[in-house]
């Protein structure tokens, strides 16, 4: 069998492989997830719903009723483009793949590691502008500077962040998509947490696009993202679209759940309040610095030098939370905490405080 080495891109043979941390026996607050299910009345009647799925047919191409159902959800005017993926991952590929060889791409750094990934891996000509050092907020001078002279043909901004949880200032974001000559995405996978939102700006700027999950709202396992935008925008990408991508199971599900709306509501204020019990214990807890959030996780910093063993005493405790210290850059000793149920949320606290008793 051939190498792949004269096979494959050098890009490709550049990359690392997104790394999944085997959570199997832990508590599981790395991944930015829901933690809670469904009640069993909801499950019945969603079994009830799915038994006649006709798993044996293409599904809806188009997946006109769970568009609809969107629409209803998130009240998208019905003329703006609605288009549906395998997750928010496959839109951005979309969107990448759509861009000319060699194309600009922009966004803030620490940012979602997709951007960059998939950015890569299509040999495009990716730029991550550095966030500011003491708060994460956005350097807009240094945003618009790289805008003027590199013309990006498209700009991501996480809002809230990922990994950082912070909401940017919504007139810097207005003043980034003014100077933008290409396409603006605002990746609004939190925004079930941050009572924050850019659709409004999509009447404004025929160039903004907003990317949305149900991921984050208790529906992972769907892997289902959308992204909203002018019609042109959106019938262009909608070209590159592999035929049937979102399955029969998804479409079904995602349809069900989103017209039960409380039930996730219910589950998304507990998620905030307990985030503020957990931000208000890490801001009291000597060694660490928190960052407030807007998302359903936490990112704080440990002292210099001591993260990798403090996540590693916190996980030998039974409890799983993400190393960012590896990702250098800002942040370095830095480490992040998925919102858990409390239960959950108690046993990080005491392995962390057991974890810095150690050090």
């Not at 939190?190 to 850019?198: K, T």
Request: hydrophobic share 45%.
């Amino acid at each position: 069998m051939p190498s792949p080495n004269p096979l494959f891109r050098s890009e490709v043979l550049a990359l690392s492989a997104y790394p999944v941390a085997d959570a199997q026996g832990l508590i599981k607050l790395d991944a930015m997830e829901n933690p809670y299910s469904w009640p069993d009345a909801l499950k019945n009647q969603w079994w009830a719903a799915i038994k006649d799925c006709p798993v044996n047919r293409y599904p809806d191409p188009a997946a006109r009723r769970l568009t609809e159902t969107l629409r209803g959800h998130d009240q998208i005017n019905p003329k703006w483009g609605l288009l549906l993926g395998n997750g928010s991952d496959e839109i951005i590929q979309m969107l990448l793949m759509a861009l000319p060889p060699n194309a600009r791409v922009l966004a803030p750094v620490p940012g979602f590691v997709m951007y960059k990934q998939i950015s890569d891996s299509l040999g495009l000509s990716y730029q991550g502008i550095a966030l500011k050092a003491d708060n994460f907020s956005l350097d807009l001078g240094a945003m618009l500077t790289a805008i003027e002279q590199n013309s990006p043909a498209i700009i991501f901004i996480a809002y809230p962040n990922n990994p950082t949880g912070n909401l940017f200032e919504a007139a810097d974001i207005a003043a980034i998509i003014d100077a933008a000559p290409g396409l603006v995405v605002i990746d609004e996978a939190y925004a079930p947490f941050a009572n924050a939102s850019f659709l409004a700006g999509l009447d404004r700027y025929p160039h903004l696009l907003v990317m949305r999950t149900v991921s984050k709202l208790g529906l992972a396992g769907l892997r289902l993202g959308y992204l909203v935008g002018d019609p042109a925008i959106i019938g262009e990408l909608n070209k590159i679209r592999l035929p049937y991508n979102i399955n029969s199971l998804t479409q079904l599900t995602a349809d069900f759940a989103l017209q039960h709306k409380a039930v996730f509501e219910q589950q998304t204020q507990t998620i905030c309040s307990e985030r503020g019990r957990v931000f208000a214990a890490l801001q009291h807890t000597n060694g660490i610095t928190a960052y407030p959030s807007a998302a359903n996780f936490i990112l704080f910093k440990t002292l210099p030098g001591q993260a990798n063993a403090v996540f590693a005493a916190i996980k030998q405790q039974g409890v799983l939370i993400k190393n960012l210290n590896p990702q250098g850059g800002l942040l370095v000793d830095c480490l992040r905490v998925t919102i858990g149920k409390p239960e959950e949320n108690d046993a990080f606290l005491q392995a962390l405080a057991q974890a810095l008793l150690s050090r």
